[in-house]
């Protein structure tokens, strides 16, 4: 098999693409070196990324001292509920707004999109007062439900695009078969829609395990709820910051991340691609 021959234009395009590269990864990697330094070493040795030593203790430290083992269990439970609730309502939605005409229809969406206009710094008062009312602001259920809502617009276009993609004839043979509105959708159209699932589940992921400010307010009373984004912040004293412990504690939190991310990747591509096309 020959091997293609590479012009000295796609070699200069190569090395500034491979240099860009590192650039966005050099803070990652970074701070996996930062986590295996000793508290002197990282801030004497400046951007060096080979540690003198590798020294495990400071993942000890964080998982100890800053309560991580809760957190973390926090953080499954929170994450993972927030992705199912999302999954679902942002689906079942992007169907009706995909596939059926309605009065109003426009309106809906004209509000979806503005909605998207507000900062979420203007939401979370309005938010934790509400927990507050109906008695959820000091346990993982308000957190959970704090954090599903949202107009997740993105989500939205993203499955109503998709279905309107599917032909006509999937849903009017499910029809003939008896089948309702639900059973249509989820027996027909939402498994049909797998690319986008995995894009949402993705990227929901990814925003609910790394939310930081939301989950600090609702969890300002009962630390015992924090999530591991919080939770960091035990390793920050008064006086002193135990910066090598909280780089060890970052590092711990982006494993689930990159461990759904490189589990998933193929998938995300593909329903983003077929998002675009639709």
């Given at each position: ?260 991310f490189i589990a998933l990747q193929k998938y995300f591509v593909d329903g983003i691609a077929g998002a675009?096309?639709?």
């Amino acid at each position: 098999m020959k091997l293609k021959k590479i012009t000295p234009v796609q070699m200069i395009m190569y090395l500034v693409l491979a240099l860009l590269a590192f650039v966005f990864v050099y803070p990652f990697l970074w701070m996996l070196s930062a986590s295996f330094k000793t508290q002197s070493e990282f801030f004497a040795s400046g951007l060096n990324l080979i540690p003198e030593s590798f020294k495990f203790d400071n993942f000890v430290r964080a998982w100890n001292n800053a309560n991580f083992a809760v957190y973390f269990r926090n953080s499954i439970i929170v994450t993972l509920s927030v992705v199912a609730i999302v999954l679902m309502a942002t689906s079942l939605a992007g169907y009706v707004l995909g596939r059926y005409a309605f009065p109003g229809k426009k309106l809906i969406m004209g509000i979806f999109l503005a909605s998207t206009t507000i900062p979420l710094v203007f939401t979370i008062i309005p938010v934790y007062e509400l927990l507050k009312n109906i008695g959820l602001s000091q346990n993982l259920l308000g957190l959970i439900l704090a954090e599903s809502g949202g107009g997740h617009v993105i989500f939205l276009m993203l499955f109503s695009s998709y279905y309107q993609t599917i032909p006509k004839e999937m849903e009017e043979a499910a029809t003939i078969d008896g089948a309702g509105f639900f059973q249509t959708y989820v027996k027909v159209m939402f498994p049909l829609a797998k690319p986008i699932m995995v894009t949402v589940v993705i990227m929901q992921f990814i925003w609910t395990w790394n939310s930081f400010l939301l989950p600090l307010i609702v969890t300002l009373n009962n630390p015992k709820i924090r999530t591991l984004a919080v939770g960091l912040y035990a390793l920050r004293g008064e006086n002193v910051v135990d910066w090598t412990g909280i780089a060890a504690g970052a590092s711990i939190a982006i494993v689930p991340v990159v461990i759904i991310f490189i589990a998933l990747q193929k998938y995300f591509v593909d329903g983003i691609a077929g998002a675009v096309k639709s």
